[in-house]
């Protein structure tokens, strides 16, 4: 048998790493067909079969789909219930109804243990094993002999129903990397970082006595054998989230797939998240194209001192640019002080010199660009010709290098990036040492290793965040409670139902021509 310890942390080759996929993880065990019969009943409150279900509902005794009110929506995905407008939903996992000593409740009603035909009484009737009568925020369910016994099925595996990945002392992990080929060492050095973090937080004793495992997926030749071997992970091994995966150019087939597996994903490395993906259960850490815009966007109305300036958007036609151009519109829909227009141009056919004329003859007294940099080059020497110095603003992803600009231009662009070295607190930086001299990591690639790391220290929140009785929700809802998270390693980290990009602004660097450098205009820009 393989060593999966072993293997992952010498980081074996992908081919070796794919035949993880075959090493036996002890995981929650399939339901039954009845038991799965039973999962939709508890959750939906529909038949399988098709049938009808109603509930009973009130002191009034309204008759409604049980649809409207599922088992699962008054005792939870694990049975537990929760306290809610002065309602106490009781236990119901089958350990705790069964318990051979019987129950007093809150309320003084006491009745021996429950058993099958108890149970099914309960769900009809509203009577007790001592046929003690229950308070009516209970409904009673009317369905079939058939679906009843499905129902008691599902209440009897209820507590062993974990989500993928998750055992008594152990939760499995993936991360999807390039482990060969260019970025290999990239990937490599990802990988090793986070598997050393798990190891120090298993050495803690874990997260709640849980064990962190860390399966790393490795990519194909191509992008659908690159997805083949995520579902061949999500399969054969048991996977309760994927954490600092490398999602570079293949994020909407990623995303599509996690969406069909309903599968989170922490602090995946990617240039640009999106706006598409806002309401799926990826936490991502740094800001996207649209965000680092908007914050761009944000400098020159500062930098135009509450003046009614002119802010022109210029950029090459297509839908990316469009949503950019779209994102910034939005933003400042409702500032008074906000005045914009665009200028498109076909893409690849910049005609610098039209452009030059067309920002002069518009008065923009600043310009936020969204093509490349060659194109930013030849359209700031035309504005030079023109003898046209608005303030320049642009995306270091798009221009990471216009120290040749022309120095007329000196101090008047203005780059936007999702994250600089200085983001890393002493503290941080420290903690990464520590872990690179005891673990020996790779020296390359320290920005994805820090990424990496961020997302392993956001995961580990998210799980303590979520307690003892966890699932994929949980962990879910406790990241989205996370405001200002200090990971040392970025900036502060904030979530929330709508929002899935925890730096949501940019830092916004001027770039000094003279001396080929570049330097910070003020502090993070946060955008509200």
Known sequence: MINRQRICEHMAPAALLLALFFVPFTVAAEPTTAQSRGKQIYFEGSSPSGGEITAIVGTEGVTL????????????????????????????????????????????????????????????????????KLDKSMPLYDLSVEDMDSLIAYLRFLERDWDPGLGKDSIQLGTLLPLQG???????????????????????????????????????????????NLRAAFKQEGVFALVGAYTVGMDEQILELLREQKMPMIGPFTLNPGDAFINEDIFY?????????????EQAIAQMKGAKGKLVLVGPEGADVDGLIAAVEDRFAQDKTFDSSSLRYPRGKLDASALATDLQRDGSDAVLFLGVQDELLAMLDALVD????????ALSAFAPQLYGAPEAFNERIYLAYPTLSRDVSAAGRAE??????????PPGHLQAQVAALAAAKLLEEGLRGAGRTLDRARLAEAIEALYRYDTGLTPPLTYGPNRRIGAMGAHVMVVDIANRTTRPVGEWRELR
Not at 184 to 192: N, P, R, T
Not at 432 to 441: F, K, T, V
């Open 65 to 132: 789909p049980a649809s409207a009110v599922p088992c699962a929506s008054c005792h939870g995905s694990d049975g537990l219930g929760q306290r809610e407008g002065g309602v106490i939903p009781p236990d119901i996992r089958w350990s705790e109804l069964t318990k051979g000593y019987g129950h007093v409740h809150e309320d003084g009603r006491k009745h021996q243990a429950f058993d099958e035909m108890s149970v099914a009484r309960l769900i009809r009737s509203g009577l007790d094993p001592d046929f003690n």
């Open 182 to 228: 260019p970025a290999g060492e990239l990937g490599q050095a990802m990988a090793q970082v986070m598997l050393a973090y798990f190891k120090e937080v298993n050495q803690r004793g874990g997260v709640f006595g849980r064990k962190l495992e860390l399966l790393a997926i490795p990519y194909g030749s191509s992008a659908e054998s690159t997805l083949d």
């Open 285 to 297: 850490i740094y800001p996207g194209f649209a965000e680092q815009a908007q914050a761009l966007a």
């Open 386 to 393: 023109s003898r046209h110095y608005p303030g320049i603003f």
């Open 432 to 441: 990464y040492q520590r872990l690179a001299q005891l673990h020996a990591l």
